[in-house]
Every structure is written in structure tokens, then in C-alpha cells.
């Protein structure tokens, strides 16, 4: 399925993600579809006090996706809309196939328990998913704050450095490089008293070398290089309160191979406050 393929339900967060693909579908002309699955025990009703309908299918399925869809972005639109009976998570990576640009959900669906920070479908989809997976939460809307990327010298990260100016640019925002550095450890503590300074010089000259290998051409303005002490995951869900938008690879230098996705993809994509792009 060629284009942007966002997953709705009844949930606040799922309007939240439709809202956001269509923006983005817009603005780099990919086509949006939007999918609801559903099943005999998970049915989807508009009526929030509806029962279980022993005789629901697909055609009823399809209503309510029509609606929430013209609830969300108006009945003028030109999603198109497809209905499955199957689990969202396994629905939506069969549907991408090997063609979709970007899958698109909420971070928790109707089911969802309010303590999680991700739900089910979302954790299945980034742990599976053979394109970028975008997270939206219900407080999407931030227009015009700039994307933020996370740069750690990983192939994943080059990917979504490359992603992220793409972004950048069909959306005109402006794009900040961000790369988290820490003094290093020995199993045995500290050999000398690191030079910090020096750290955060070699960090610079790092994070200027990683960004002059993408084209930033058209952007609206040329790349900001931000270096800050701290752990990644932790850099980047502070850089998430500015931004309207983090970028990061599935997995960075340090995780194992056989993980689909990394401690610090795991932990942006759980609590951050802006959407959050992982690129596998």
C-alpha cells in the first residue's frame, strides 16, 4: 500500500494521528489511507453506549470508519478507507506491505489503559514494522516548532537524519541535530579526571561531520547542531517538549542486533511529549 497508512479507532489519539497524516500527506502530496480493524469481540461503534451486536461485519465496520474519519477531518477529503477483520497491529504492517512511506498511530488506542504511555497496537507496530512509524499523542498540534533528530553515528541514525531533512522540508520547519554524549566509564570507574571540555569539542566535531553528509538544501534554515551531556533518551525526551517532531533510528551503537528496537528508540517513543518518527 503505497503512501501513509494511519490506523483509527474511537480514541482521542487515533483523531489525533488521522489529523496529523492527512497534514502531512498534504504537504508532501503521499496519499493517506486510513484503516480500522476490527473483530467479533473488538467491534467499533460511534454510540459510546453501544452493546455488542451479534450480526456486526464489515459493512458497519466501514460506517464508522466513514464517520470518525469525516469527524476528524471532514466529509471533503480524499482518504481512502479500509476495513479488516483482524488485530489493528497485524492489520496495519500486512496492509503496509513493502510499499508504504509511513505508517501513522496513536499512542494508545480505545482499549488502551490510561497508565501506559504506549499502547498494544503501537508497540506491536514499532517492533514490526518494515517502514518509519510515526507516534502521534492527542496533543499533536504544535505548527511551526521546529523537528529535532537524534544523531549517534548509527546507520538507523544517518536514516533518520535523511528522513528528518525530508521532513524538514516539505513541512518548512526548521530542523535541529541533536547528540547526546557522556563521560565514558570503564568497568573499573574512571582511569583520570576526564577533560570535559574536550569531550564536548570532539562531540561537535562529531555531530558537524554526521550532518554535512545529508543534502539541506531548501530547508528554511541550515541545520542547528545542538551537543548536550546526558543520555540520549533522556536528551531527546527534554528536546520533545520544544519540538514538533522527534526523529530517531530503531536501534543506535550499543544495542544488541537481534533487538527490533533500542533502549533509546524505546524510550523516546514511550515518553516523549511531541510525535515521534522511528526509522527501522
Known amino acids: 500500500m503505497k503512501g501513509i497508512l494511519v490506523g483509527v479507532d474511537e480514541s482521542s489519539y487515533s483523531h489525533a494521528a488521522l489529523v496529523w497524516a492527512v497534514a502531512y500527506g498534504s504537504d508532501s502530496k503521499l496519499p493517506v489511507t486510513a ?3 476490527w473483530d467479533y469481540i473488538g467491534q467499533h ?11 456486526y461485519g464489515s459493512e458497519m465496520a466501514e460506517n464508522v470508519l466513514d464517520q470518525l474519519v469525516d ?22 504492517v500486512k496492509a503496509a506491505g513493502d510499499d508504504a512511506s509511513l505508517i501513522v498511530v496513536g499512542a494508545r488506542g480505545m482499549s488502551g489503559f490510561k497508565g501506559l504511555m504506549l499502547g498494544s497496537v ?10 518509519p512509524v510515526a ?10 516548532e ?3 533528530v537524534g544523531i549517534d553515528g548509527s546507520e538507523p541514525s544517518r536514516r533518520a537524519l535523511r528522513w528528518a531533512v525530508e521532513y524538514a522540508r516539505c513541512r518548512q520547519l526548521e530542523l535541529i541535530a541533536v547528540h547526546a554524549w557522556s563521560i565514558p566509564y570503564s568497568p573499573y570507574g574512571l582511569y583520570a579526571p576526564p577533560d570535559l571540555s574536550k569531550q564536548a569539542h570532539t562531540a561537535e566535531q562529531f555531530l558537524a561531520h554526521e550532518v ?15 551537543v548536550v551531556e546526558g543520555r540520549a533518551s533522556g536528551v531527546l525526551r527534554e528536546m520533545s517538549a520544544l519540538s514538533s517532531l522527534v526523529v530517531i533510528g530503531s536501534r543506535g551503537h550499543g544495542q544488541l542486533t537481534n533487538m527490533l528496537l533500542g533502549s533509546v528508540s524505546d524510550q523516546v517513543s514511550h515518553y516523549a511529549s511531541s510525535p515521534v518518527v522511528v526509522i527501522p
Open 35 to 37: 484503516l480500522l480493524a
Open 45 to 55: 461503534h460511534i454510540d459510546p453506549d453501544a452493546v455488542f451486536d451479534p450480526g
Open 71 to 92: 469527524r476528524a477531518i471532514g466529509p471533503a477529503h480524499d482518504v481512502a478507507l479500509v476495513v479488516e477483520c483482524n488485530h489493528a497491529g497485524p492489520a496495519l
Open 122 to 131: 503501537s508497540r506491536y507496530v514499532l517492533h514490526s514494522a518494515p517502514c
Open 135 to 144: 507516534v502521534i499523542r492527542d496533543n499533536a498540534a504544535r505548527e511551526g
Open 146 to 148: 521546529p523537528v529535532a
Open 212 to 226: 554535512a553528509k545529508v543534502d539541506a538544501s531548501g530547508l528554511v534554515k541550515p541545520i542547528e547542531l545542538r
